[in-house]
């Protein structure tokens, strides 16, 4: 993939995750700043390539990765660890909705966890 491509394909990738996290983060701590949602976003995407270099490991290398991703949700929204998680999987779900359209327009995105848009 070409470098411009490549960039494109992260910042789409990026305010998808952010936008989902927006989503999520509105219904459930009444979070209205999509800004904030971006970035939280971006760290998480961080933290989940980090964190996923213990792929190897069983289990753990599953699970870590996600644990990791929520930690950034809960730390970012100060919020419970049932909160975080009803966040990831809200932010998860709107994800794979927006990415399921974005192919129609042209569009390939990543980065959103157990997702690919080769598999919709």
Known sequence: MPVVASIVA???SLLVGGLAIFI????????????H????????????????AFTG??????????????????????????????MGFLAWAAAILVLAV???AGIDAFGVPFTSTTQL
């Open 24 to 35: 999520a983060a509105s219904i459930v701590v009444d979070s209205r700043s999509y800004e």
């Open 57 to 86: 490991v069983p289990l753990v290398g599953e699970l870590l990765p996600l644990l990791a991703w929520i930690g950034v949700i809960k730390w970012r929204y100060r919020a419970s660890w049932i909160d975080a998680g009803i």
């Open 102 to 104: 974005l192919p129609f």
């Open 37 to 52: 949602a971006v970035v939280t976003a971006l760290i998480g995407a961080i933290v989940w390539a980090i964190a996923g």
């Open 10 to 12: 992260f910042l789409v």
